[in-house]
């Protein structure tokens, strides 16, 4: 009886540790797997990444170390959660062809709650880096404030969102060694893209 009982703990011993085992893989799996994109994929050889949906861009600096762009940007509608990518120098064959900005039209729009509102988004708001071999996609809903400029220009968050964007051009540039033209990307888009 005590052999089988012995048997038994050792048992009980062995299903805990394995699953403890598999509980922290899995944490660990989820921490690494914790990624800014939600989709990639290829489209004629050209590899294009989503990013999941960002409030806006929070920070963007050149870390000579390792001799790249990070970019930092807030979850939408979490002020906790923040999401980090980088840019990097250019591999041969590659180009950096500059900054698009633009919008995709969503086919089921969904609602989004802030500051004890409810808002239908219905199109989502993108900063594209484009490359010869491909680009990334960044999904900031912040830039259709920027769209808003006769209700909105006058407001402090508009003048730093549309500083902040185009301090972040003329960096991404600079990394790149192209030169920008005129006055930059952003302001073309927004003249040409205003809601009135």
């Known amino acids: 009886l005590n052999d089988l009982l012995e048997k038994l703990k050792a048992r009980k011993k062995e299903i805990i540790s394995k699953k403890e085992a598999e509980y922290n893989n899995n944490i660990n799996k989820g921490t690494k797997e914790r990624t800014a994109f939600f989709r990639i994929e290829e489209i004629d050889n050209k590899k294009i990444y989503y990013t999941k949906i960002f409030k806006y861009l929070v920070k963007f600096r050149i870390a000579n170390k ?59 708001y993108y900063l594209e880096f484009k490359f010869s071999k491909g680009s990334i996609k960044c999904y900031v809903q912040s830039l259709r404030t920027l769209l808003r400029k006769k209700d909105k220009e006058s407001t402090k968050y508009y003048k730093f969102n549309l500083e902040h964007i185009k301090r972040m051009e003329n960096t991404v540039y600079e990394f790149y060694s192209k030169k920008l033209k005129n006055k930059g990307v952003i302001y073309k888009w927004i003249e040409k893209n205003q809601i009135l």
Do not use: A, C, H, M
């Not at 940007?73 to 900054?99: C, D, V, W």
């Open 66 to 124: 390792d001799n790249k762009l990070s970019l930092t940007f807030q979850k939408l509608n979490n002020k906790k959660n923040y999401y980090l990518f980088n840019l990097f120098p250019l591999k041969e064959g590659n180009k950096f062809l500059g900054i698009k900005y633009g919008w995709d039209k969503l086919e089921k729009p969904f609602f989004l709650r802030q500051n004890n509102k409810s808002y239908v988004i219905k199109k989502l």
